[in-house]
């Protein structure tokens, strides 16, 4: 397997613009996260999904952030409208289910907003 | 709620030790450590689940203490490879993993 596959790596849009973060998991996790890593706060949790249902989407910041997951292989996080203290570094993350597993992560996507 | 680690930093000369702390305010299922090398994702060292257990990983050993809800991650003998940014991060029971902001370690020759 290639491991957590994010697209794009970069991403430099307008303050106002819609953002779309991808994320493609491990095959067979059926467990997804969506971080987002700042200098200040480290790797926040933003949501997470099991078996393509949100299960927790309290660190989502506001309104402007949704999450979809619309089958096991695909993922978004979408941001609209943008601002520029939405830049940061977005992590997607996936593991399996089992008591002793580890979450695997993406490279990331690295958003400015200017 | 995100764990808390300490120190925020520490700058380490080849060959010493240091530990790293972290703290959670809720009862845990597990606690799992990550590294992460600037610009690179995070990168999985260990997880310690609740049973007081300890682990190791080459000259990286943790411990998890469940009662007190509090995890520490050991590097003895360090070496540059070891410098990053490490991460705990907490299983509350459920499914929800949340880390701390991490603690910068820099490994000087």
């Known amino acids: 397997d290639a491991g957590v596959i994010q697209s794009p790596r970069h991403e430099v849009t307008e303050m106002g613009q819609e953002v779309t973060l991808r994320c493609k998991p491990i095959s067979g996790h059926d467990y997804l996260f969506w971080y987002r890593q700042t200098m200040m706060r480290g790797l926040e949790l933003l949501i997470y999904f099991n078996n393509n249902v949100p299960i927790d989407d309290s660190g989502m910041p506001e309104d402007r952030f949704s999450a979809k997951m619309p089958n096991a292989s695909f993922s978004t996080l979408k941001i609209q409208p943008s601002e520029p203290r939405d830049s940061a570094v977005y992590f997607c993350?996936?593991?399996?289910?089992?008591?002793?597993?580890?979450?695997?992560f993406g490279q990331g996507t690295r958003l400015t907003v200017v | 709620q995100q764990p808390v680690q300490s120190p925020q930093a520490v700058i380490l000369r080849e060959g010493e030790d240091a530990v790293i702390n972290c703290s959670s305010s809720k009862a845990l299922y597990s606690v799992h450590w990550y590294r992460q090398k600037h610009g690179e994702a995070p990168v999985f060292l260990m997880i310690l689940l609740k049973g007081g257990e300890q682990k190791g990983h080459e000259k990286i050993s943790a411990s998890f203490n469940e009662k007190k809800q509090q995890s520490s991650l050991y590097l003895t003998a360090s070496q540059l490879s070891y410098s990053g940014t490490y991460f705990c991060?907490?299983?509350?029971?459920?499914?929800?993993?949340?880390f701390g902001a991490g603690t910068i370690l820099r490994v000087k020759s």
């Open positions: 991060g907490t299983r509350e029971y459920g499914n929800k993993l949340v």
């Open positions: 993350a996936s593991r399996e289910t089992g008591a002793n597993t580890e979450a695997f």
